[in-house]
């Protein structure tokens, strides 16, 4: 739907967190928990659209966990966010 940039986080107890957002940053400090950045993405027009692709498609790989947190590592939600652009 907006023009944002999609990223990947890594929390401190492994998980991952596929999202996107205009203020990285800031959402990152809005997030309640100790992550790193592992992956941003240049902005992208249909960021929303690919984020949820990427979590169907990392869902449908059994490593979801709720929302937009998955028990993958940083590189399989990369791959997943590439495979979704590509759809």
Do not use: M, N
Not at 10 to 36: N, P, T
Request: aromatic residues 4%; without cysteine.
């Amino acid at each position: 739907k907006r023009d944002a940039k999609i990223y990947v986080l890594q929390a401190e107890d492994g998980l991952v967190k596929v999202g996107h957002s205009r203020r990285v940053e800031r959402r990152v400090k809005e997030i309640g928990k100790v992550v790193s950045i592992a992956h941003l993405t240049e902005t992208k027009v249909q960021a929303e659209v690919i984020e949820r692709t990427a979590h169907l498609l990392l869902r449908l790989a059994g490593k979801g966990v709720r929302g937009a947190w998955f028990s993958a590592t940083a590189a399989e939600a990369i791959e997943a966010i590439e495979r979704a652009e590509r759809i």
